[in-house]
């Protein structure tokens, strides 16, 4: 009975986690063209709302799906068109879009508040492989989103590190005079994968929504996931495998709280659990930022400034 | 003269039935706010020779160059290639024409691979690369040209002249027949210079155009086979033949008046020992960025400092200044030591330091004149502009700059003028007078009358008894003004000659690493 | 390849006209309403029944406008605080966490005094007190972001979330201070009665408003004449000059956020002195820390500007909250104004820093020798 309820944490980490790998390599994909959009927080609520409503009007979850990330990816061309066409303040911009995100979110989700959706997404049937003890429910009890969560992020470094529009894409974050040089539109990659990454956010959000949550409460929903995919990326150095292994560590961190409330383990405070994923990130951050650790960490070198062909 | 004449402006058949013209620009203008960098300029390149854009800076050069790789859109005229009109939209339209520009700043990330570097934006590239084979097709191309270079390197971790061979290989491996090399000499040693030469040469055998961007008449007139002279966007002469140049006429071209730029060193006396330096050393993340270095600078003495970019010049001056506390050794200025008391204690024993950068560093762009005056001063609480106001007015006149008086706003200031802001602000002291003068590439980036300014305020300094450390990557600049020359080669002091009997062969085998006991 | 047959050109404006400075910012504001109006006509609202109820709640009554002016005290101090850090190019992102502080510094204070001391005296106290709370919110963020580098975006961020489970702590935990210890039902306990302060009138309007606008203005003034002042906008335009002219800019961020955090503190200590008089946890679902960035960017961080932005940006939500009352649109109406507000104002920012135009790509360029 103990061992158990620590293999469904593990199992409930890595579903958690899904989120955050979605949300972080949405991130990501923005980050390496040189945009940073702090918007996905707000991305991710009015996904996760859009998708749901979505949902529960065309009575289809794979159409919640789509439409969550279909959002994502407008809102975050709206960021795209500010911070690229309009040279605004990215970080002003990110953050009007969580406000907005988040006042949209509430917004359309207030009808919404309270209902649920009868059908929910079923993990993968793998027969008798999810009956092995410890690793079945953890590496064979989820659902199809998640493993292709993982899988994306596995196609995302290949995609990165080997083609032709990978190395455009790391050329355009790390110096983005160098790509225009060549002729290439600096403006356009920069707004494709922005809208990519935020329909990646929107998926993540969707799937937040329609797998995870049993309905629609609020800010409640996201709590904060999206500003911990933000850390996360930081946190994998800007590449997509270590994204993988950073989501699955914070998911744990996330669950443990559940955990150890279920387990009756109470001489911690409640709060203090509560604060305890936000404390790892910012632990993780500031160890990260240590002297030395820089030049491993990789950041895009234009990111978050707006690039203007300097024509005296 | 009648060579002042725009006689390439009829059209792709030459008269001199020589190769066939590759590329001709006819009557291009180009306007940026405030300023015609073009005004009906027509230019052009044969196949196989090396035509060379020759103007100071501003002139237009760079902008022409520019319109003729599909940088920029001309505002009115148009570009010939091989007899036919192009219209080129971007450097990638260029590109599928055959032309490319080698930049003067390299356009190159630094993180990526050599190999990495030449393909990024190639358009025949397969989707999926495949590492070791883009490798050995990019090593072939470089071969073939004899320009070896190491396609795994990370282009971070090159010297410069690697890197400048690594964007020629580029445009190379890009099909380019027309190559614009703009100052491609500025950041290289004479060595180097030489091996890019040799690379000129096997590039024009094999039939590719050569533009040759630049300012150096030594150069230019060693390498081209035309010379076209730009002043103020406009052209003034053309002049054919290698090696048959008149330099002097060509300086009348350029600047379009005569000049003597080596400006007289004044006879004085030199005093008392004001900047002494012993045994400086600095490692910065366990790299030895100056090693060992000594010497002294007196009253009214110019010591120069020459050497290649990056041989620790700007860590030098920065040590001095206190920007950076050295590993070992000690500063002293004005007999006190001023080792890791940083830049406010310096200052305050007479200090003064003109850097490198002049905004951003020396000036602070968004601040006006008193602000910027204000930088290296002592400030009360409250700040006071009211009292340096006087002053401020004052010193614009004295330094004959041009602003609209004192709330002028630094950033829009000519280089010359915020060269003469900051003169005028580190010579009339502040927290103390000024004893000792530290300055860092003083006329880099400026047009000929300002350099004129310049240089007079440096010798008038030294003339008042001031010792001034000159630091500079120009090496005439070193050689015509300096009472004493030191050389700087990879952070330590190579070489040392009084400025009258400093020999340029010498001095530049110095700065190239090859000093005497060496070899 | 597709052939778009224009191009957009911006080109930077040398002087921005001043008649763009008051007018961009009012396009952005209607630009804002009428997305909302699209919105709202698409989502199935009436239009005209929400915007008229919104007015009429933030402005044009008696309740409204002193209902406004409380909101924009708070505005007014997170606004400050946001914009304050921003003068050097910091991001203090977590000003939420730091007003929550506030409330704890400002009711410890209130509670643990008792009733011994005058207003006169009391209420400066808890105005300290939640003061240096919320600076010392932000004391790892600062420290971290002067000596290594660290995003103070995400830092200062995620201590939000732990200050609101601080709050959430202090209120349900059974025999907390901060909790009433005479109900059954977690709710905050009562500060002293002289650290509370006396409403205007029938209003909800306190005096803390003129300690905001007060704030306001001097640290306009500090920015404007001070030295330190004078640091700040060197390392804000050129960190290097600073270095070169031998400024401490460690220090001075250090400063910098600690300002930035305490103003944010002071906010929280505000809501305890003026309207609730103890910690009420439903303060931390309010957004007012959040808000602040908005009342700064729409000031364009002008410190002065804030008063105008701050009361502004209070009307649009105390009508947004009026919709509650008089009309079934969701107030969250309001949050989403203000977000738009936000972005069609840094959209209008380029057309006043560039000159925009567009220019047709020629096919053929033009030519004054003919070919």
Sequence with gaps: MNDNIWILMSADAIAIATTLILAGLGALFTERAGVLNLGIEGILLASAVSSFLAADASGSIWLGLVFGALIGAILASVHAVLSVVFRANQIVAGLA????????????????????????????????????????????????????????????????????????????????????AQGLSVARIRIRYTMFGGALVGLGGAWLMLAQSAGWHQAATTNGLGWIALALVVFAGWRPMRIIFGAVLFGFTLQLPFTLQAEQITFIPSAFLEMLPYLATLIALIALSRPGSRNLLGAPRSLGSPFVRDER | MSNTSHEVAQGPHHTSGAAPTALSAHSIDKKFPGVLANDSVDFDVRAGEVHTLLGENGAGKSTLAAVLCGLYQPDAGYLIRNGKRINLSSPRAGLQHGIAMVHQHFRLVDRFTVSENVILGSRDLPYRLIRREIDEKVAAVAESYGLPIDPEAIVGTLSVGQRQRVEIVKALYQGAEILLLDEPTAVLVPSEVEKLFENVHAMTAAGKSIVFISHKLGEVVEISDRITVLRNGRVTGHVSGRGTTDTKELARLMVGRDIELNSQRATHAMGHEVLQIRDLSLDVDDVAVLTDISFNVRAGEMVGIAGVAGNGQRELADTIAGLISPTSGSITISGAMTTDRGPIAAREVGLAYVPEDRLGVGLVPSMSIIDNLLLTRNRQTVVDRFSVRPEATRLIEQFEIKANGPD?????????????????????????????????????????????????????????????????????????????????????VVHEALGEAAELSQVGAAMAGLSSQSH | ????????????????????????????????????????????????????????????????????????????????????????????????????????????AGIALGDHLPSLIMVPILLICGALAGAAWIFVPALVRSRLGTSEIVSTLLLTYIGASLIKHV????????????????????????????????????????????????????????????????????????????????????????ISGALSGLAGAMLIVG????????????????????????????????????????????????????????????????????????????????HIHIVRTQTQPNIKMSA
């Design chain 1, 97 to 180: 879009l969580v406000i907005f995100g988040t006042g949209l979110a509430n917004f359309l989700g207030k009808p919404a508040e309270g209902k649920t959706i009868n059908t929910v997404i079923e993990p993968l049937s793998f027969g008798s492989l999810s009956d092995i003890p410890v690793i079945g429910p953890i590496v064979f009890g989820q659902d199809i989103i998640t493993y292709s969560a993982i899988l994306l992020a596995i196609v995302s470094s290949r995609y990165l590190f080997s083609t032709r529009p990978g190395l455009e894409l790391r050329a355009t974050g790390d110096d983005p005079a160098t790509v225009d």
């Design chain 2, 408 to 492: 002028h706003l630094a950033r829009k200031l000519s280089g010359g003028n915020a060269q003469k802001v900051l003169l005028a602000r580190e010579l009339s002291g502040g927290r103390t007078a000024t004893r000792l003068l530290v300055v860092c590439s003083p006329t880099r980036g400026l047009d000929v009358g300002a350099i004129e300014t310049v240089r007079r305020i440096l010798n008038d300094a030294r003339s008042a008894g001031q010792a001034i450390l000159l630091i500079s990557e120009d090496l005439d600049e070193v050689l015509s003004l300096s009472d004493r020359v030191l050389v700087l080669y990879r952070g330590a």
């Design chain 3, 1 to 108: 390849m597709m052939h778009i047959p224009f191009r957009v050109v911006f080109e930077q404006r040398g002087e921005t006209p001043r008649r763009l400075s008051l007018i961009v910012p009012l396009v952005s504001v209607l630009a804002a309403l009428f997305f909302g109006a699209l919105f709202l006509l698409a989502t199935g609202y009436s239009v005209f029944d929400t915007y008229t109820n919104m007015f009429k709640g933030g402005f044009a009554s008696f309740n409204g406008i002193t209902d406004t002016l409380a909101l924009s005290t708070v505005l007014i101090c997170t606004g400050v605080s946001a914009a304050f850090a921003f003068q050097m190019n910091l991001y203090n992102i977590g000003g939420e966490g730091q007003l929550y502080l506030g409330l704890i510094g400002g009711a410890w």
């Design chain 3, 171 to 258: 209120i349900y935990t059974p025999g907390s201070f901060f909790r009433n210890p005479n109900t059954s039902f977690p709710q905050g306990r009562r500060v002293a009665d002289s650290a509370s302060l006396d409403s205007f009138g029938s209003s909800r309007l306190y005096p803390t408003f003129f300690v905001a606008v007060v704030v306001a203005g001097a640290l306009y003034w500090v920015v404007k004449r001070t030295e330190f002042g004078y640091r700040i906008n060197v390392i804000s335009d050129s960190p290097r000059a600073a270095h070169y002219a031998g400024i401490n800019s460690r220090r001075t961020t250090m400063m910098v956020m600690s």
């Design chain 3, 275 to 354: 309207p609730y008089g103890k910690i009420e946890p439903s303060i931390i679902t309010l957004g007012y820390g959040y808000a602040g960035i908005v009342v700064a960017a729409l000031a364009r961080n002008n410190l002065a500007v804030i008063i105008i932005s701050g009361i502004l940006f209070s009307g649009l939500r105390v009508g947004g909250n009026n919709l509650q009352v008089t009309t079934d649109t969701p107030i969250h109406i309001g949050v989403m104004l203000q977000g738009a507000i936000l972005l069609f104002a840094l959209g209008g920012e380029a057309f006043r820093r560039y």
